[in-house]
């Protein structure tokens, strides 16, 4: 009960003043004499406020040398934008998606969640620190009971058996809809299909060696028929280290430039044990995505895909979350470059999360230099209906970008606006469609 009403910190800290009190007034039984003010002050209040401090310099202390020693991510993405040649630069092509979200797993429904501004709901058991409900977007569905562990001694946290779970009930889809397509085609399959996750920054580096094993014996059925399904594991927590990853795709020397075809899969829970509250985000997400991508020009015959083009970035001056109203034109001037050379935009889908300050900024940016599109049905952002979900937010809102642009045929634009500096827009374009066959004469 004292935990709903005030939580444990301050169970902690009461403890502490009691435990201090206690020890002072058992010292003092022997004393002959009445205590003074200066006595007072110093046992009842300077001591334990000094042990309370003394401990959270200690913890602080701690955790910043264990955050210093513990060796980065396998490979962890850059926080700086390749500079790419032209040469070298090629087209990145979408060809198909599966997505599991809180709001739902086909993107037309996921985005009429989004105009409908559906607030993740209140969690029935997981509380924060004050003992009041946290408003978490989980999937209800999934089950870590349906988790098989791959023989590892210790069992994984339970955000990383969710998370897992998450990649297998979207790879298996796309992956079975890619054996069909080249069954029907004919091809015999002899090319690897490589499978690149990018899992949160946050996770160890064994929780990561774990993470490509468990996936690598998951793939097993598809090995049999054929189909070789390399895993390759990145390391990615935001918007920019997925453009990032992108943009190496796009270069002919890059990421397993041989493979025509690759698969990226982004996958995040926050979805943790009760003891684990302090470091979960405000509004807590889970979610994962798969996209399968093409590197090269999209030909007439082909099947009809959406191009990520480039991205476009730039710093702002000031941060986004200092006090006070900072306003910044960064973004307007990003989102204007487009707007003059663009077709109507349909929609634009962002990263902005609850924050006022995201949601101001992206707002009156996209007022100033795309006034015809509708703030509410035209300007959609994953976090405020799906809460903190990393990377899978990016490949998402990627996946939703190319399945509107492909069903409006016209432009979607992906916005960031989530890193307190750093603005990027990137434009998303349905390819055209195939060239009708023409018919033959048996005459």
Known sequence: MFKRVLGYKTLWVVLVFAGSWGFTLWSWRDHYRLPTAEDIVAHFLVIPTALCLGYWGLYQGVEWLKRRRQPGPAEDLADVEPMLAAEHVMPVQIRDWSLYLPLG?????????????????????????????????????????????????DPLPIDVRRALLLASEVLEPLLMRHLERDSIDGSELRSPLPVHVLVPTRWSIDTQTTT???????????????????????????????????????????????????????????????????????????????????????????????????????????????????????????????????????????????????QTEILAALHAALPELDPIDECLSLPVCCGEMGAVTTLASLALAASNSLEAQQETLLVSVQDPFWRAVCRIQPSPPPAPKPLQDFA
Not at 108 to 129: F, N
Not at 260 to 284: C, G, K, N, R, T
Not at 327 to 356: F, G, H, K, N
């Open 105 to 153: 797993d086909e993107p037309a429904g996921v985005i009429e969640a989004l105009k409908a501004r559906d607030r993740p709901a209140l969690h029935p058991t997981l509380k924060d620190t004050n003992g009041f409900p946290r408003r978490i977007a989980w999937i209800d569905a999934l089950s870590t009971e349906d988790f098989i562990e791959s023989g590892q001694d």
């Open 212 to 358: 490509r094993q468990w996936l690598a014996s998951a793939f097993t059925p598809f090995s049999e028929h054929g189909l070789e399904c390399p895993v390759f594991v990145h390391g990615a927590s935001d918007t920019r280290q997925v453009l990032n990853f992108i943009e190496q795709l796009r270069h002919a020397e890059g990421l397993d430039a041989k493979s025509h075809l690759q698969v990226v899969v982004a996958i995040d829970s926050f979805i943790q044990d009760d003891a684990l509250l302090e470091a979960l985000p405000e509004v807590s997400g889970e979610g994962a995505c798969a996209l399968l991508i093409a590197c090269g020009l999209p030909t007439a015959t082909g099947p009809v895909a959406a191009i990520i083009h480039p991205f476009r970035s730039e710093q702002r001056a000031q941060s986004a979350d200092l006090p006070g109203k900072v306003r910044a034109a960064t973004l307007q001037r990003l989102l204007e470059q487009y707007s003059m050379d663009l077709p109507l935009v349909s929609v634009v889908i962002a990263d902005a999360d609850q924050r006022t300050s995201r």
